[in-house]
């Protein structure tokens, strides 16, 4: 299992910020490697359940993935927890903390994941982490350009 942490200030108010995220069938706009982000449940008081689909490209290899998540958005504590429910990993959840800096929004993401694929080697699954962290970048990227 890997761990990410990715960070990013963006000079946006809190409140708007929180909103933009949770638009996330907007980020495959600003995402190369996402295709489609479907909402397929929402009870209108934060839980959602959402299908991602994205290509997935290391070296000359490239496939299409999809995972579907749980998420919880949580209006007062400014936070997001998400949860694998089925997909192409064997293990993927993380957590979202928004925090009003006075000058903006600090947005920190911590994912953990696992592809669950036992023949990958070291320099495979090495390739994937480093991957996985830009994603994880990139969409910090793609929130504060969708933010402005």
Known sequence: MTAIHVTRLIA??????????????SFPDVLPDLD????????????TVTKWEGTVSLGPLTRKIGWTERDHWDS????CTFDLLSGDMK????????????????????????????????MINSMVDKLMTQNCD??????????Q
């Open 36 to 47: 489609k982000v479907t909402i397929l449940e929402n009870d209108g008081v934060g839980n």
């Open 76 to 79: 007062a504590q400014k936070t």
């Open 91 to 122: 293990r993927f959840n993380g957590t979202w903390v928004f925090t009003d800096t006075g000058g903006g929004t600090q947005v920190d993401l911590q994912v953990d994941f696992e592809l669950g694929i036992p023949v990958l080697g070291p």
């Open 138 to 147: 990139d969409l910090l990227t793609a929130l504060e350009r969708l933010s």
């Open 12 to 25: 946006r108010p809190l409140e708007e910020v929180f909103a933009v995220a949770q638009r996330v069938e």
